[in-house]
């Protein structure tokens, strides 16, 4: 039971790099890059069940190497709950929520961190630089608090007080930003490089998506070894959907499915939707969002690395992208909450007013099995009911 990594392959460009270098975006084309295994060898010990109830049980198809560098908090393995009355409502039964609020620091962020983090470690990485809406820094702080390493987190200034106590208690240095994610971005990788401090932003290193993918590998297994008809994802950086994408491809090139997937659904704001723009445009590229706007700050996006890889797998895989207004998250938490027991983040809540919607233009039928992602607590967001 160890990883079967092999190298890394440009998304892009294809370009070959070595795995065992601690490294960011491909040195060729500058877009990001994704790990590869060995399946073959992966496939004659990955089994489902019998495993750790975390992410780790997916270990040959995971980055690190050496078991004393995984770094672990009780990430992953997260409940798939039947919403069976919610959905029976809405005309959709086969209802599932995969609910990622109950990952360490709540959110699903923890799942990309575990691996970048521990193998990072394991590539000898100095200390951590990440800007952030708010759970990746969290994320980030209590893997690097995990591992006695530095981290530096960059946040918008409007950030949820929440996070910025998390962040500090973790340990973190925490600096608030005046603007946006972008802006953090800028300011993040100028003191990485000031410092020598290793960018874990979304998708400008190879190993966030590797922990995200572990979303697929889970819901195979939870559904008793099937993939869902329909998941709704909500996108940011589009790490978990880029991830979950390419899990497919492994576990078909491992003999676990067929080359039948879900359909993949990218939920963004209305007040930010690169994505979902560039998807109706017909474009391969997204371009910026100006003046982005929204409460769900994990998609207060205006321009992902990974914009291509998003497109491609909503392309492929015969799915779609839609935008939701922020008031329209606020009810679908509560609908979500009053049904299901479930406190979700506002970008959890996007799914559900995303499958309202589908389920009315009838993209969704009655007989298929839907898979929405709750990505993180509302807890964290509970200023946004302040007037209850
Ligand atoms: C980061 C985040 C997202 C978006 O995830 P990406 O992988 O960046 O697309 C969605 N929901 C929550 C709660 C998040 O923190």
Redesign the pocket.
């Known amino acids: 039971m160890t990883s079967t990594l092999t190298h890394l392959e440009c998304g892009a460009c294809g370009a070959r790099h070595d795995a065992d270098v601690l490294q960011n975006l491909c040195t060729a084309c500058g877009k990001p890059l994704l790990a590869r295994y060995d399946l073959e060898k992966a496939a004659r010990t990955l089994r489902t069940g019998g495993r750790e109830a975390s992410l780790w049980r997916y270990r040959e198809v995971l980055p690190v190497r050496d078991d004393a560098h995984v770094l672990r908090l009780g990430e992953g393995w997260t409940p798939l709950l039947h919403v069976a009355r919610l959905g029976a409502e809405i005309g959709c039964p086969k209802l599932y929520v995969k609910d990622e609020s109950l990952n360490p620091t709540t959110?699903?962020?923890a799942r990309g961190m575990a691996a970048a983090i521990s193998r990072a470690v394991e590539l000898g990485a100095p200390g951590f630089v990440v800007p952030s809406?708010?759970?990746?820094a969290s994320a980030l702080a209590a893997y690097a608090a995990r591992a006695g390493m530095e981290a530096h987190v960059f946040m918008p200034a409007d950030v949820p007080g929440p996070f910025r106590v998390e962040c500090k208690v973790l340990g973190a240095k925490v600096t608030l930003v005046d603007g946006l994610i972008t802006d953090c971005a800028r300011r993040a990788r100028e003191v990485a490089a000031e410092r020598g401090l290793f960018d874990v932003s979304?998708l400008r290193e190879p190993y966030r998506v590797e922990g995200?993918k572990t979303l697929a590998y889970e819901v195979f297994e939870q559904l008793g070894g099937a993939l869902p008809d329909v998941m709704i994802y909500?996108?940011?950086?589009?790490?978990?959907?880029v991830g979950m994408w390419k899990a497919f491809d492994e576990m078909q090139a491992m003999g676990w499915i067929d080359g039948r997937r879900p359909r993949m659904v990218c939920v963004q704001s209305a007040g930010c939707a690169p994505i979902v723009r560039a998807f109706e445009e017909g474009e391969q590229f997204a371009k910026p969002w100006e003046n982005a706007r929204t409460l769900?700050?994990?998609?207060r996006?205006p321009a992902a690395l990974g914009d291509f890889l998003i497109l491609r797998a909503l392309r492929e895989s015969k799915g779609t992208a839609l935008s939701i207004d922020d008031g329209e998250m606020i009810i679908c938490a509560e609908m979500l909450g009053r049904h299901s027991g479930i406190f979700p983040?506002p970008?959890?809540a996007a799914t559900l007013a995303a499958l309202l919607r589908l389920a009315k233009d009838g993209w969704v039928s009655e007989s298929e099995t839907v898979v929405l992602f709750n990505?993180?607590s509302g807890l964290k967001y509970h200023a946004l009911w302040a007037h209850d």
């Open positions: 959110s699903f962020k809406a708010g759970n990746a979304t995200k909500p996108t940011g950086g589009g790490t978990g959907l769900a700050d994990g998609l996006v983040a970008e959890g990505t993180g």
